[in-house]
Antibody, heavy 116, light 112 residues
Framework: QLMGSGGGVVQPGTSVRLSCVGSQFPFRSYAMHWVRQAPARGLQWVASISSDRNTKSYADSVKGRFTISTDNSNNSLYLHMNSLRPDDTAIYYC???????????WGQGGLVTVSS | DIMLTQSPLSLPVTPGEPASISCRSSQSLLHRSGYKFLDWYLHRPGQSPQLLIYLGSHRASGVPDRFSGSASDTDFALVISRVEAEDVGVYYCMQGLETPITFGQGTRLEIQ
């Protein structure tokens, strides 16, 4: 399973870190992702890190502000979110997938609200 | 970026009747492995998205066999043979062939 934490109400321009801890699957073998859903909007991919942890990819809307990272020693995935804007308000989900996507697991989602 | 266009965006269905959702890609989703990197998800209210179909036509573990997927290189379909009340939610197609990973707009299935 994937257990997420972090989030809450934050002011524009500030930072927050989301975390997900994986268990009962080979954490180091799979790619990891962050996907978000803004209020009344569809799903939007945010960032991915490859299974070998060497390749990181970001949506244009968060590039330069968000950083995805992992700590394989404690099966943890992170999303460091800087310079937050009101349009970053969303439920953020962590996800892990095998390469051919036959294994797919999502965290429960954490709400980040960016508001003054 | 690869654009995915779903139709319809709203789908009212009577229980027991079939339902079909289309997803058209702006470019081929055929990977060099021979697989098509298109997945289908169901997002129920208040829950995390659930994988239904991966690689265009492979049913995910635990998914009822009333769900099926068909695929060409750019045209994909999700078919529910007999809709049940628990199938209510928003259905998304998603391409994992290249980044940025992209989703369709979503199709809201409701029970009539």
């Amino acid at each position: 399973q994937l257990m997420g934490s972090g989030g809450g109400v934050v002011q524009p321009g500030t930072s927050v870190r989301l975390s997900c801890v994986g268990s009962q699957f080979p954490f180091r073998s799979y790619a990891m992702h962050w996907v978000r859903q803004a209020p009344a909007r569809g799903l939007q991919w945010v960032a991915s890190i490859s299974s070998d942890r060497n390749t990181k990819s970001y949506a244009d809307s968060v590039k330069g502000r968000f950083t995805i990272s992992t700590d394989n020693s404690n099966n943890s995935l992170y999303l460091h979110m800087n310079s937050l804007r009101p349009d970053d308000t969303a439920i953020y989900y962590c996800e892990t997938t095998s390469f051919y996507r036959d294994f797919d697991l999502w965290g429960q989602g954490g709400l980040v609200t960016v508001s003054s | 970026d690869i654009m995915l266009t779903q139709s319809p965006l709203s789908l009212p269905v009577t229980p027991g009747e079939p339902a079909s959702i289309s997803c058209r890609s702006s470019q081929s989703l055929l990977h060099r492995s021979g697989y098509k990197f298109l997945d289908w998800y169901l997002h129920r209210p208040g829950q995390s998205p659930q994988l239904l179909i991966y690689l265009g036509s492979h049913r995910a573990s635990g998914v009822p066999d009333r769900f099926s997927g068909s695929a060409s290189d750019t045209d994909f379909a999700l078919v529910i043979s007999r809709v049940e009340a628990e199938d209510v939610g928003v259905y998304y197609c998603m391409q994992g062939l290249e980044t940025p990973i992209t989703f369709g707009q979503g199709t809201r299935l409701e029970i009539q």
